[in-house]
């Protein structure tokens, strides 16, 4: 019977990489198709993002966001409720951290204070975005995943709200906050690159959620709530309270995240729109196979291409959306029970006929 | 004339369980032909085959002499096949006329002709002396209906092979008998009924032919003449063994569990549970016989917590456990093995660790401060695996790629030594193998009498509460209707008779029994 | 004066209402045959965006509209493809395919068009045409609030009441209510649930095409990217309201559009805008919450009327009253002369 787990197991592993490879394919062919300079296109989408120190730095700027977010996903999907507040979170993690970072700026608070402050009240915001529909879910039994894509659009008003009517420099050319502060700014660790400290913390948020989901009493709880509810109650599992408790843990991350992003990358808030973190997560989250020791793997698979795709954009016009349809295309394929599944069917059959014939020998 | 053959028929599950092999059995135009074999045996998926809705990897089918290949419903309806299926597939918000012509709709300017399906249904069921009106909802139905909707509907599309799947398991005695009438009205008619069942006495009655499946395999196909319920018994279960189980008489002490005047309303308002009452004390197993569906699983979820009762109260050890978390409850001396294992008794897509564990893995003694300490967990598991002989590659292995034996034993490893001193076991050997089944019987008395802890056994296997228990109640309707002090004193035949109803104890014959 | 701007209130709920009501219809079938259609947003997203496209390459508003329906079938489709062909999970794959969508029309306009935000200045596509009614035209309110609406939104009524006929009378809807109550018992009978699901997908995705088309080439002139936002959802909301009734969904549609115009109203003053846009997503999740509650009240409700109403009545258990070999001796441990005997006694 091993034989299947091991089957299997290998199976899915090449199963996503064969996902990754054929939504690549299709996404060469279409850019050799729209464009003059296909070799020069693809090229740049591919190999772009390693051909500088810069480019190599871009790749891990914008992973810091993304293991953020997907860790945040890795909670929702590990209990099955496709909680996707966690894009609005990012949006009001960043702007209320904002909203900090200018209150103590001219007060005589030191930077690393001011910072903590910054990313604690980001991870509130992300808890209480998560939270809404969680409960909206376990006490009225009302769908979460709707409800948490209605409160992304709240949640993007409420924060450009903010950004127009609380903390906007009248004085800056574009719509955009007042200056956020010298002393909020995370120190950048590799110089050439934009790499700040937010990659450490967002490690460490990793290893954290790691040992939450696989050393700790919770993690348990939420794993057995994720995949069979009725046995986590009979069990004496509290499944309510785990189901909404890991939903608000996840999306302190995507706040965090959210916090992170905008100390660490800009020197004013400006959001004026979904920043797509958050539907990244999930699929980082996909990928991973909730497991959070995955995430930044998969994180850096997915700022990989969203870097080859930016790069793309400012050399070529074309928009960087394109990749939402190689990301699509992959969560369909790996989600897809039956992709790839005759195979994996006639592996499977032939060990079982084959362990039936020794059987029937030694009988 | 042959109707009906398949050969050599293989069916092997994606998960790599064999469901038939090499299966070979035939069915005559007219003929009544019986399908017996134990729980698992293979029946319901050789069925499943022949009606298109599994396809084997091995194997022929024939009707009418014709080798053809079935490969859906559709396909095995437009063969003349049809069946009738142990849950009904009836569309319950629809009408019979509806639910019967559903696929075959007369339509009449591109809509469906509702008077024609009406007039059709009216017509088939007075045919065949159903007694069916047409117009009637079908949720609003009794049971014995509902089947006739569903005979009806394989027959408006022009059956000629009739398969009923255990067609007799949900009815009452008087339905049972009228199936009977039908079907032989059908049999002269030219149809062929293949009748599956666990019931010797009706096979015996109704049926010319008996196939035989015992473990996948085909164990032979006889005419119903040739055999007596004796002979039909050994070749299905193919051993004649009466279980005994050794134990020396209890010695009771407090009482752990008290239930009094239990009352329960079903979701559909139904009484489900009417003012039960009794006591199980240490030391000893309380049995509670009965026909499945008679309100133990009821029983079984008041006093385990997980649903709620609307009147009377539990005590367990002293304490009433209504309005507490089940956590609370099985902290306080409760443990439980639930009937449904797959879905409620193991998560199953975990490793047996985390399956053994379940219940205890926050417990302080198996915490390293705020962290589960993997060495404690590992080490008991390995020893429960060794004390239950699990068969398995390693601790990690994950609970569905066991086999049905195996997966019963972690939930009765993780249930017996949870350090409850109440161990509530609803079917605990139901679909297991013979082996394991004894084991855990065995266990089970070994653990009360040792430990003088109390248990309540819930169980449809006479021989299972006959030999376990100690006390013995029955229940029926959701009344406890007789009572006996000395469960191996009592005969299968005086059960059977208060089981189904035919006697029943006054509240006075059980005064002092409870 | 007063009566006027009922009229104009009213005209605009209607003109609002028109792409609510066919993503609400969109996610009604969906909802008949068991189905949770979150898609209804890449539906219209396609339908809005393939609409002004062959609008333009053709010049014809007729194609355009054609255009967008095949687009919406497609995508439609799309979902069939991935969850019943490809067992995927309902949930991802609908997240997955609006993530697609939202990305993808935007790039699809910018491999078109070479402009990333709207097709206004470079796609010459014109609005499917109002229709005058003018008889209504000098009755009050009512004759402001119906008379020159937009021929789609005439075709939303429309569409709500032919759906309604379709699902209770022809074939293929009983077929799908079959599916959506009991998806074995439909099979069993020879319907292919899988057929149905594709047909309901189909059907689906051709109404929020027509949706999206509304959008694209009624409610404004030309695409613009993410232009659907949330509506499709606003429609599902709609639709679990009556539990897809088709003629119910409309009319909580319409609710929504109510909302949607007071937003429109209030943007006029001076009241904050970004707050004034959040009101009909507010009001989508409040709505939603209420009905949630309101379901599991009548259903505890239910419950407790039945259970009066059977307390009285003795033996109410449907007793499985035959004994089965089962129950009778143990099929696991397998003693025979048990069973006979016991057998026999019956």
Not at chain 1, 255 to 277: A, C, D, H, N
Not at chain 1, 344 to 363: H, P, V, Y
Not at chain 3, 28 to 47: D, H, P, Q, T, Y
Request: charge should be positive.
């Amino acid at each position: 019977m091993n034989k299947t787990k091991r089957i299997e197991n290998t199976f899915d592993v090449v199963r996503i990489l064969i996902a990754i490879l054929l939504a690549y394919l299709i996404a060469l062919i279409i850019l050799a198709l729209i464009s003059d300079d296909p070799w020069n296109v693809i090229s740049l989408f591919i190999i772009g993002p390693f051909n500088s120190k810069k480019h190599v730095g871009d790749i891990f700027t914008l992973m810091i966001p993304l293991v953020f977010t997907g860790l945040c996903m890795c909670f929702v999907y590990a209990i099955n409720k496709f909680n996707l507040a966690g894009e609005g979170a990012v949006n009001l993690g960043g702007c209320l951290a904002a909203c900090v970072a200018i209150a103590l700026r001219d007060t005589a608070v030191p930077g690393w204070i001011a910072i903590i402050l910054c990313i604690i009240v980001g991870a509130l915001a992300g808890m209480l975005s998560t939270a809404i529909p969680a409960i909206a879910d376990q006490v009225f039994h009302a769908d979460v995943c709707v409800i948490s894509l209605m409160l992304n659009y709240i949640l993007l008003y409420f924060t450009t709200y903010i950004l127009k009517n609380v903390i906007k420099d009248q004085g800056a050319s574009v719509t955009a906050s007042y200056k956020l502060g010298r002393k909020v700014k995370l120190a950048n660790l590799i110089p050439g690159t934009q790499i700040h400290i937010g990659l450490l913390i967002a490690l460490a948020c990793v290893v954290f959620v790691a040992i939450l989901f696989y050393k700790m009493p919770f993690g348990y709880k939420m794993r057995a709530v994720g995949v069979n509810p009725s046995f986590a109650r009979y069990i004496g599992i509290p499944v309510g309270s785990t189901i909404i408790l890991s939903q608000v843990i996840g999306g302190a991350f995507a706040g965090m995240g959210g916090s992170v992003q905008i100390l660490g990358m800009f020197p004013r808030y400006k959001w004026e729109s979904l920043t797509g973190y958050g539907f990244d997560g999930l699929m980082i989250a996909v990928l991973a196979r909730k497991n959070p020791v995955l995430v930044p793997l998969s994180a850096f698979l997915i700022a990989y291409i969203r870097t080859g795709a930016s790069l793309v954009a400012t050399k070529t016009q074309i928009p960087p959306e394109f990749v939402s349809i190689i990301q699509g295309i992959i969560i369909v394929l790996v989600a897809a029970e039956m992709f790839l599944s005759g195979w994996k069917k006639r592996l499977i059959f032939s060990a079982a006929k084959k362990s039936l014939k020794e059987k029937e020998a030694k009988a | 004339m042959e109707a009906l053959k398949m050969e050599n028929i293989t069916k092997i599950y994606p998960n790599g369980f064999v469901a038939n092999k090499g299966i070979t059995f035939s069915v005559q135009e007219g003929e009544i032909h019986a399908l017996v074999g134990e729980n698992g045996a293979g029946k319901t998926t050789l069925m499943k085959v022949l009606f298109g809705m599994e396809q084997p990897q091995e194997g022929r089918i024939y009707v009418g002499g014709k080798q053809v290949k079935i490969t859906s419903p559709l396909d095995a309806i437009a063969k003349g096949v049809g069946m009738v299926h142990q849950h009904f597939m009836l569309v319950p918000s629809m009408t019979v006329a509806q639910n019967v012509t559903l696929g075959i709709e007369p339509r009449k300017h591109g809509l469906v002709d509702n008077e024609a399906c009406v007039k059709m249904t009216q017509q088939l069921s007075d045919k065949y002396q159903f007694g069916l009106d047409a117009t009637a909802t079908v949720s609003e139905l009794s049971v014995g209906l509902m089947q006739k909707v569903e005979i009806l509907k394989a027959l408006a599309r022009g059956a000629k092979v009739l398969i009923l799947d255990e067609p007799t398991a949900v009815l009452t005695p008087q339905e049972t008998k009228e199936l009977f009438e039908q079907l032989k009205l059908l049999k002269k008619s030219g149809h062929s009924v293949i009748f599956i069942s666990h019931k010797l006495e009706e096979v015996m009655e109704l049926c010319d032919n008996v196939t035989i499946l015992r473990h996948g395999y085909c164990n032979g196909s006889y005419p119903i003449s040739e055999l007596d319920e004796r002979k039909l018994s050994r070749l299905m279960v193919g051993r004649d063994v009466i279980l005994k189980i050794e134990k020396p008489d209890p010695k009771p002490g407090k009482p752990v569990l008290e239930v009094k005047n239990l009352e329960k309303l079903s979701d559909e308002g139904k009484v489900v549970l009417d003012h039960i009452s009794f006591t199980i004390r240490e030391g000893e197993v309380l049995g509670i016989a009965g026909v499945e569906g008679n309100g133990q699983n009821y029983l079984s979820d008041c006093i385990s917590g997980m649903q709620k009762y609307d009147g009377g109260d539990v005590l367990l050890n002293g304490k009433s456990i209504s309005g507490r978390k089940i956590s609370d409850i099985r902290r306080s001396g409760m443990s439980h093995i639930p009937e449904d294992r797959m879905t409620v008794g193991c998560v199953s897509t975990m490793s047996i660790m985390d399956n053994v564990m379940a219940d205890r893995f926050d417990r302080p003694e198996n915490m390293k401060g705020i962290f589960l300490d993997q060495q404690k967990a590992i080490a008991q598991t390995d020893a429960l695996i060794k004390e239950f002989e699990i068969s398995c590659d390693d601790r990690s292995e994950e609970i569905r790629l066991l086999s049905g034996g195996n997966i019963q034993k972690v939930v009765v490893a993780r249930e017996f030594t949870s350090g409850a001193n109440f161990v509530l076991a609803n079917q605990p050997t139901r679909g297991v193998d013979v082996g394991t089944a004894e084991m855990i019987r065995k266990y089970l008395v070994r653990q009360v009498r040792e430990k003088q802890i109390a248990s309540l056994l819930i169980s449809a296997d006479l021989n299972e509460v006959l030999e376990v228990s100690d006390r013995l109640l029955v229940i029926r309707q959701g009344k406890i209707v007789a009572a006996f002090s000395k469960a191996s004193m009592v005969s299968e035949d005086e059960l059977g008779e208060y089981m189904l109803g035919i006697k029943t104890m006054t509240p006075d014959e059980m005064e002092g029994l409870l | 004066m007063s009566a006027l701007r009922i009229g104009s209130f009213l005209y605009s709920v209607l003109r609002l209402s028109t792409p609510l009501i066919f993503a609400a219809l969109s996610a009604a079938i969906c909802e008949k045959a068991g189905l949770f259609n979150m898609a209804a947003e890449s539906m219209m997203l396609w339908g809005a965006l393939i609409g002004v496209m062959v609008n333009g390459w053709t010049g014809s508003v007729w194609l355009g509209f054609l255009g967008g329906c095949c687009a919406g079938v497609v995508t439609g489709l799309l979902i069939a493809l991935a969850t019943v062909k490809g067992k995927a999970d309902l949930m991802l794959a609908q997240i997955a395919i609006n993530l697609a969508s939202s990305g993808g029309t935007i790039f699809m306009l910018y491999v078109v068009t070479g402009d990333k935000s709207t097709s206004a200045m470079t796609i010459k596509s014109q609005s499917l045409p109002k229709i005058a009614l003018p008889f209504l035209k000098n009755v009050p309110v009512i004759g402001r609030m119906l008379n020159n609406q937009n021929l789609l939104t005439y075709g939303a009524i429309l569409a709500a009441i032919l759906l309604m006929i379709f699902i209770k009378r022809s074939r293929t809807g009983v077929h799908i209510r079959a599916v959506g109550e009991n998806p074995n018992a439909a099979e069993s009978v020879g319907i292919s649930v899988s057929k149905t699901y594709f047909l309901t997908w189909a059907i689906s995705g051709l109404l929020g095409g027509i949706g999206g088309v509304f959008m694209s080439m009624g409610y404004t002139s030309a695409f613009t990217k993410n232009m659907v936002a949330g509506r499709g959802y606003i429609g599902l909301c709609a639709s679990s309201m009556v539990r897809g009734n088709p003629i119910g969904a409309m009319l909580c549609a319409m609710v929504f559009g109510v909302s949607d115009a007071i937003a429109n109203q209030l943007q006029l003053t001076n009241a904050p805008v970004d707050l004034v846009m959040m009101l009909p997503y507010a009001v989508t999740i409040i709505v939603l919450i209420i009905i949630s509650v309101i379901k599991i009240r009548t259903h505890v409700r239910k419950i407790k009327n039945k259970a009066s109403q059977v307390k009285d009545q003795p033996g109410i258990l449907p007793a499985g009253l035959s004994l089965s070999l089962d129950s009778l001796y143990g099929i696991a441990s397998g003693p025979c002369s048990a069973a006979a005997a016991g057998g026999s006694s019956v």
